[in-house]
T-cell receptor
Framework: AQTVTQSQPEMSVQEAETVTLSCTYD???????LFWYKQPPSRQMILVIR??????QNATENRFSVNFQKAAKSFSLKISDSQLGDTAMYFC?????????????FGKGTHLIIQP | DTGVSQDPRHKITKRGQNVTFRCDPI?????LYWYRQTLGQGPEFLTY????????KSRLLSDRFSAERPKGSFSTLEIQRTEQGDSAMYLC?????????????FGPGTRLTVL
């Protein structure tokens, strides 16, 4: 079974700062996907960024980038130039490359607060 | 709005009652998932449908839970004889089988409170 660990229950930074959220995972699979999802207060979960394990290049999406270390089983999210709208719960998630049948395995989440 | 929708958004029920939730996925998505999220936790996978076939069920899905997806369109999740431990947010997600097939699009969830 897979496990995903997010060791930071809550983080708070000032607007415009850069923040890094940590995620480690454990799996015996060699092919898989990793995701960061954002869940704003009382709003639905949306995908922030995804990474295929077979790709060595770290994924980037505008202000969001990841540091994927496959050997260390680490998948951190960096948010640059943070904005008030980035305030949300952030979940790291894992999925086997098996046609999606197993669903996502989520961590417990990090509550990110962007202070004005 | 062509996103995933769920109904109802909130449900309060008494212990022992049956409840049913509905999920309408994005129309062209073949894959549909149900998750449960309790306070302070990440979502936990419950079950997976590809079209109308239920292909995976988590150990979390006890005998009191049943899910269907008739005709491969909307899905329902029924909980029989609800218990206080069933109180949670129930999330539905859908994804296509081609293209970005591993990206799941989530609905707003149904929050269940069992008194």
């Amino acid at each position: 079974a897979q496990t995903v660990t997010q060791s930071q229950p809550e983080m708070s930074v000032q607007e415009a700062e850069t923040v890094t959220l940590s995620c480690t995972y454990d799996t015996s699979e060699s092919n898989y996907y990793l995701f960061w999802y954002k869940q704003p207060p009382s709003r639905q979960m949306i995908l922030v960024i995804r990474q295929e394990a077979y790709k060595q290049q770290n994924a980037t999406e505008n202000r969001f980038s990841v540091n994927f270390q496959k050997a260390a089983k680490s998948f951190s999210l960096k948010i640059s130039d943070s904005q008030l709208g980035d305030t949300a719960m952030y979940f790291c998630a894992f999925m086997k490359q098996r046609g999606g049948a197993d669903g996502l395995t989520f961590g417990k989440g990090t509550h990110l607060i962007i202070q004005p | 709005d062509t996103g995933v929708s769920q109904d109802p958004r909130h449900k309060i029920t008494k212990r022992g009652q049956n409840v049913t939730f509905r999920c309408d996925p994005i129309s062209e998505h073949n894959r549909l998932y149900w998750y449960r999220q309790t306070l302070g936790q990440g979502p936990e996978f419950l079950t997976y449908f590809q079209n109308e076939a239920q292909l995976e069920k988590s150990r979390l899905l006890s005998d009191r839970f049943s899910a269907e997806r008739p005709k491969g369109s909307f899905s329902t999740l029924e909980i029989q004889r609800t218990e206080q431990g069933d109180s949670a947010m129930y999330l539905c997600a859908s994804s296509p089988t081609s293209g970005r097939g591993n990206e799941q699009f989530f609905g707003p969830g149904t929050r269940l409170t069992v008194l």
